[in-house]
T-cell receptor
Framework: DAGITQSPRHKVTETGTPVTLRCHQT?????MYWYRQDPGHGLRLIHY???????DKGEVSDGYSVSRSKTEDFLLTLESATSSQTSVYFC??????????????FGAGTRLSVL | AQSVSQHNHHVILSEAASLELGCNYS??????LFWYVQYPGQHLQLLLK??????LVKGIKGFEAEFIKSKFSFNLRKPSVQWSDTAEYFC??????????FGTGTRLKVLA
């Protein structure tokens, strides 16, 4: 398995509180992604990063922000959590060179419940 | 807009039955194609990929997929399923940029 660690693995929080999820990689891959997975929707891209301090929005970015201050870390922040953000969040990485080029590898996921 | 369609949302098979899961995509250019598997409670794992060359690709655990360019399809097959294949299967398309577009998934249940 690719060296991707997501933390926390489970989180229960209350509506209106800020939440930060962390993704850490040891592969030195350029691209990092945050997806959410919901029944009937598959995986939907929230934000992605193509380098340190270089990020962009995905299809469901409202209510989320990201930061990437180091190659290995990609943080997802819910500024003020809402119940609609209850989901499973997956981090993914991909490389632009080498044998892993253009293949996405996924972390174990974070199950977030917003009450 | 680019999209990936997986027509079978739920499939139930008995052990030893043959499997075929459909995947169609809408994108006219060159694409990279993937099938991922997600076992209950786990993350997505790569089953197989197609980048170029032989349109019939073989992956792990006896799975294979065939790329048919004229039909914009990349169907997943396995001749004889096992109970341990019970999982959710996702088709994904990468048009060569950062973007990966996933289908909504097919839940496969294999009865022992």
């Amino acid at each position: 398995d690719a060296g991707i660690t997501q933390s926390p693995r489970h989180k229960v929080t209350e509506t209106g509180t800020p939440v930060t999820l962390r993704c850490h990689q040891t592969e030195n891959h350029r691209y990092m992604y945050w997806y959410r997975q919901d029944p009937g929707h598959g995986l939907r891209l929230i934000h992605y990063s193509y380098g340190v301090k270089d990020t962009d929005k995905g299809e469901v970015s409202d209510g989320y922000s990201v930061s990437r201050s180091k190659t290995e870390d990609f943080l997802l922040t819910l500024e003020s959590a809402t119940s609609s953000q209850t989901s499973v969040y997956f981090c993914a990485i991909s490389a632009t060179t080498g044998v892993a080029k253009n293949i996405q590898y996924f972390g174990a996921g974070t199950r977030l419940s917003v009450l | 807009a680019q999209s990936v369609s997986q027509h079978n949302h739920h499939v139930i098979l008995s052990e030893a039955a043959s499997l075929e899961l459909g995947c169609n995509y809408s994108y006219g250019g060159t694409v990279n194609l993937f099938w991922y598997v997600q076992y209950p409670g786990q993350h997505l794992q790569l089953l197989l990929k197609y980048f170029s060359g032989d349109p019939l690709v073989k992956g792990i655990k006896g799975f294979e997929a065939e790329f048919i360019k004229s039909k914009f399809s990349f169907n997943l097959r396995k001749p004889s399923v096992q109970w341990s294949d019970t999982a959710e299967y996702f088709c994904a398309v990468n048009p060569g940029t950062y973007k990966y577009i996933f289908g909504t998934g097919t839940r496969l249940k294999v009865l022992a």
